[in-house]
């Protein structure tokens, strides 16, 4: 006997197309970042663009989001070439900051007993966000 085939409901459609489009929505905007920050640091350097950099605005941070952003840009960032850690840093800081959220970056070195290195991470109040934190680096500065 044949049976007619069982209705699957569209209901929460919208809805997941409405998510899947804010992540793409959100990849693409960051793949941009990362491409313009990278492009910009070759040619401009880092003090002309901290300059243009935005300042964290009035909205109240939220972990979650910069979390989100962190990961964006950690996944994206090999697409890009030469996006070292200091691109990253400076791309999700250009991010956050539009939305409101104080973030910083730190700059490290190393080379007391090995080859000299140097490496930048961001850090979102007390939490490593980008760059997996100071290791065997010693932090020489830290930039808002």
Known sequence: MLAWPTVISNA??????????TELRACLIA????????????LKGYGWLRQRLP????AAPSRHYA????????RLAPAIP????LTQA???????????????????????NREFGAHAWLVCE???????????????????
């Open 90 to 112: 400076v791309s999700a800081q250009y991010i956050l900051a539009r939305s409101g959220h104080p973030v910083r970056i730190i700059i490290g070195v190393r080379g007391a």
């Open 12 to 21: 929460g459609a919208p809805g997941r197309i409405a998510h899947v489009a």
């Open 82 to 85: 030469g996006a070292t850690c």
């Open 126 to 144: 007390d939490e490593i966000l980008l760059g997996g934190g100071p290791g065997d680096y010693t932090c020489i500065t830290e930039l808002t």
């Open 67 to 74: 979390r989100a952003v962190a990961r964006r840009v950690r």
């Open 55 to 58: 300042a964290a605005g009035p």
């Open 31 to 42: 793949f941009f970042v990362i491409a313009a920050v990278r492009l910009l640091l070759s």
